[in-house]
């Protein structure tokens, strides 16, 4: 929707009372309204271009960035209010958007015996970790994203049994999530990369037994941007 003036915007505005917003100088500028809808979540949108092609004809390109959760039957609104210069009551304007999918980022498959050894011994139990995540209290998820030696330092208590990472090249990710029964194995974990980061675990109940208890799990990744980290388990 191309905006022309003060009567057109106040068309589109439904909260009038107690509210203002930003005047705009509808004799030297328009106002671009975009709106739609998408079945995925939308993370950011992005105007890549807007490129006059005749006197008065234009083409807007707008990339949207999903995020990774998909609602069955509902779909997620866009919009976005873009000020540009003035332009006439003949003028169109060519819409063109891209949906981009988050980046995947799977672990690295290790084959250093020493790092798989010492996983396999601090995470061996169900209940009570050795050497790692010892601090944290028994039944609360927790996850951390490592980027150093000294960070993982911290969060070992086993000094004799540290494993040598490469961290100017990989990133170690640590947690544990509070399960209804043990044993639960991991299944598949990757990252998805978009404003943020996400971790997602996919678990599989092994037909244990009902009785609280703690699934742990590690992953070494190529090295991850810095950017806010979530965790998300999944059956």
Not at 213 to 221: E, P, Q
């Amino acid at each position: 929707m191309i905006i022309t003036s003060n009567e057109d915007l106040n068309k589109y505005i439904s909260c009038k009372e107690g509210s203002s917003f930003p005047p705009v100088d509808f004799s030297k500028h328009s106002l671009l309204l975009v709106s739609g809808k998408t079945d995925r979540d939308i993370d950011e949108i992005l105007v890549k271009r807007f490129k006059q092609l005749s006197a008065d004809t234009f083409k807007l390109k707008i990339e949207i960035a999903l995020r990774t959760t998909i609602v069955y039957k509902q779909f997620f609104e866009y919009n976005k209010a873009l000020l540009i210069e003035k332009m006439n009551d003949e003028s169109i304007v060519e819409l063109n958007v891209t949906l981009k999918e988050p980046k995947i980022i799977h672990p690295v498959s290790v084959t250093d015996e020493k790092i798989t050894y010492f996983f396999g011994y601090a995470f061996s139990s169900h209940y009570e970790p050795h050497c790692l995540l010892t601090s944290i209290p028994q039944y609360k998820d927790t996850c951390f994203m490592i980027n150093s030696r000294y960070e993982l330092e911290q969060v070992n208590v086993c000094a004799d049994m540290l494993p040598d990472i490469d961290f100017e090249n990989y990133t170690l990710i640590i947690g544990k999530h509070v399960t209804s029964s043990i044993p639960f194995f991991v299944e598949d974990q990757k990252v998805f990369e978009s404003s943020v980061l996400t971790l997602f675990v996919r678990k599989n109940n092994g037909g244990g037994l009902l009785c609280v208890g703690n699934m742990f799990h590690w992953g070494i990744y190529p090295k991850l941007p810095n950017k806010p980290f979530y965790v998300e388990y999944k059956n």
